[in-house]
């Protein structure tokens, strides 16, 4: 099936539907370019020219950006009841607020229509960290088809709606998007209707070019039968927004700040940015001339502007955020940690909600009386969350939220027909049998296989296989491999039978990114090391290849290691010294070589040869011989040990 022609039948059946309104979701889970650039297809919004600040009136009429406004005129535009997927026995449907809009300059705003008398509802469905999840991911709930039932139910419930996102819709996404180059989940997202997405730092994997695609559509350089004067891919509906991400040439953002949405006369207005540490968990190239600002800093300069042209009720969506206590369910706030909290501690008190992301943990928490949520990842929660706007002052009265897993009921059959159809198109690569194992793989570094030294057997297997990739002399002649923790997207599971396909290695590790060996002295090494422990907090353990081994510092689990323990590195079995009388040839891939997640030691790394593999052609190379021969083994967690930490004098 060609795709247009399959988008085409879903947005005449999405916008069409007039007569069908969708069931209310049943119960609650308690489980488990520049300034002057318009936001593209914003609903046929218009966008500011100065300090890319939107104002909109909600629709989705996917008209094509209007004209940037200058500072005295006024747009106005309808609604268009568009309805999402989801029907029943009748009833009205839509999902906006008929309206007019006000100033569409600055970032202020306006209805043009009278202020309600009675506090207004708004409801807001939110999201993080999708990462192009279209099929059912494992365990028992998510899956597009019933996450798109999940929000056409709950929009029904509430004229006053709005989608959004808080950054990762894509990158690291599975086979049937990424073959694509993601165009898939983006045309998912516009189907269900999403409004707004804060980047992410997945988003940039691919550059800042590739991101823009996604934005405003076109041709993929890739794509040779692409007929660029006319693309298939249009590119997003929904508006993309980077408050905090700098062009260092022309001092601007590369989408619009913020977008303020009048509901009943009031104005509310939504701050989208993704973490200041963006540039150190991405390949550097992706975001070459591009600045990632303080989190903090950025939202306390936007919110006077905001509040000088009267904008009270303030949401911001942020790529980052925090984890609870083991155990806690997704509606819980125990233990909560995280980068998220000193962020909402110092932002000023005029925001009011935060949607957050990027730990991929789900949290309903209330942070000095803001409230602040996560839905987890993969579309396997959705977070209701339900503002109650105060009329006569613009503000929020009170908000409440909860996460619901999005079980697996009832699904859009015109979704699940949109997904099989990329499915079977990947389907002859992806169900490529590579290998055999005896047990699931797993990744985790927090539940039991957690050791107190931060080793899993996923990864460790994933570092034997770039070693013997690179470990010939033609190929690098590689000692040591090295494999960053956060490369690692998914367990390699057992299955019914213990064959493992291409889909499941590229789940895995689903970047493409290629080997690189390189030679550092000793010295290096233990710099390596200890920069495990110096770029985030819990460390970030990389995984190692068979015979080289070390110590750390630790109490054992739930504890994480601490620190290296000073003359345990070796090398079968011989100790590596810290000084820079030997040499030694490591592998690892482009991400770490530049110096990615903060382990810039591989910078200065000498003698590089680019491998002739890409890090999942070589996983795959390495499982090929259990095919005929015995199965693989998970690797025992024995390359880093832990001893008690020095006790203080």
Known sequence: MKRHALILGLAVLIGCGDDEVADDVGADSTDTPQDSTTGANDDGANTSGVSNLTTTSPNDDGDEPATTA??????????????TPGSTDGGESGTGVAGTEGDATEGSSGSTGGVSAQPINLQLLAFNDFHGQLEVPSGTTGGAAF?????ADLEATEPNTMVVSAGDLIGATPLPSALFHDEPTIDFMNLVGLDLNAVGNHEFDDGREELLRMQYGGCHPTDIFCDAEDPVFEGADFQFLAANVIDESTQDSIFDRVVTRSFGGVDVAFIGMTLEATPTVVTPAGVAGLSFRDEVETVNAIVPELRGQGVEAIVVLVHEGGAQASGSGINDCNGFTGAIVSIVEQINSAVDVFVTGHTHQAYNCDLGDRLVTSAGSQGRILTDIDLLLDPETGDVISAEAVNLNVTREVAVPEIE??????????????NTEVGNITATVLRSL???????????????????AQLAATEAIDRGGAEIAFMNPGGIRADLPFGDDGVVSFGEVFTVQPFGNSLVVMTLTGAQIYRVLEQQFAVSTPPRILQISEGFEYEVFSDGPPAFPI???PGSVRLDLEEIVNDDSQTYRVTVNSFLATGGDGFTVFNEGVDRVSADSFDIDAFAEFLAPSLEGAPIEPPILDRVTTVPPPVAP
Do not use: M
């Open 70 to 83: 200058d500072d005295d005129d006024v747009s106005t535009e309808s609604d268009d009841g568009n309805v």
């Open 147 to 151: 996450f798109a039932r999940f929000i």
């Open 417 to 430: 027909t949109f997904v099989q159809d990329y499915v079977g198109q990947a389907a002859p690569l992806a």
């Open 446 to 464: 927090r539940d039991t296989t957690f050791d107190g030294a931060g080793q899993s057997p996923l990864g460790h297997l994933i570092a034997d």
């Open 563 to 565: 620190g290296l323990v």
